[in-house]
Nanobody
Framework: QVKFVESGGGSTQPGGSLNLSCVASGFAFSEYAMYWYRQAPGKKHDVVAIIDSTGDTPYYVDSVKGRFTISRDNAKNTLYLQMSSLKPEDTAVYFC?????????WGQGTQVTVSS
């Protein structure tokens, strides 16, 4: 059974930093590209960042480029998202996930709140 356990969220002021982690299990983690998504209230899941299976090629949506860094540790089946210079519009529940075609179950996510 595929499982994702996200952690590291919290509340911070604009300009602050948070580091998210996601431990994955139930599949061959090192063989899949991995995604970070976020979901704001009343909205769908939106892709934030993607990293290939080896961790060599990250992709970021324009709104987070230069502020977020995605990485992975295949030995630990763990995905990371370092977030800095946070803005109120980054407020959302953050999820890690595999490629969309997998259709796996989502984890519980981790809440990130950016507010003054």
């Amino acid at each position: 059974q595929v499982k994702f356990v996200e952690s590291g969220g919290g509340s911070t002021q604009p300009g602050g930093s948070l580091n998210l982690s996601c431990v994955a299990s139930g599949f061959a983690f090192s063989e899949y590209a991995m995604y970070w998504y976020r979901q704001a209230p009343g909205k769908k899941h939106d892709v934030v960042a993607i990293i290939d299976s080896t961790g060599d090629t990250p992709y970021y949506v324009d709104s987070v480029k230069g502020r977020f860094t995605i990485s992975r540790d295949n030995a630990k089946n763990t995905l990371y998202l370092q977030m800095s210079s946070l803005k109120p519009e980054d407020t959302a529940v953050y999820f890690c996930y595999g490629p969309p075609f997998t259709n796996w179950d989502w984890g519980q996510g981790t809440q990130v709140t950016v507010s003054s």
